[in-house]
Nanobody, 126 residues
Framework: QVHVVESGGGSVQAGGSLTLSCTASGSSANTRCMAWFRQTPGKEREGVAAVGGDSTTRYADSVKGRFTISKDNDRNTLYLYLQMNNLTPEDTAMYYC??????????????????WGQGTQVTVSS
């Protein structure tokens, strides 16, 4: 079992920056493939950025060049970050951290992830 917790959301003006953090703890958590997703009311959950077991990264087109995903680990805890720059109102959403039970190709598909945090809200005002 892997326990996932996000933090770092908040409110910011357009053009600003935020950094989201996530910890994934539990058995072999530091070998997990991880990703950030976001969701707004009435819309499907969208993959934003992912990092594979070999540290390859993948980004949604809408955030390329503005968001950076990174990870670090310590024993059975994985730390995942999402640096978000040049934020726009369209980035407003609940952001979720997720982990795979078994690492496969770096994926932005929600169905590939087994463990989810409760989410952290990001609000960007114009």
């Amino acid at each position: 079992q892997v326990h996932v917790v996000e933090s770092g959301g908040g409110s910011v003006q357009a053009g600003g920056s935020l950094t989201l953090s996530c910890t994934a703890s539990g058995s072999s958590a530091n070998t997990r493939c991880m990703a950030w997703f976001r969701q707004t009311p009435g819309k499907e959950r969208e993959g934003v950025a992912a990092v594979g077991g070999d540290s390859t990264t993948r980004y949604a087109d809408s955030v390329k060049g503005r968001f950076t995903i990174s990870k670090d680990n310590d024993r059975n805890t994985l730390y995942l970050y999402l640096q978000m720059n040049n934020l726009t109102p369209e980035d407003t959403a609940m952001y979720y951290c997720a982990a795979e039970a078994i690492c496969g190709p770096t994926s932005l598909l929600s169905e590939d992830y087994n463990y989810w945090g409760q989410g952290t809200q990001v609000t960007v005002s114009s």
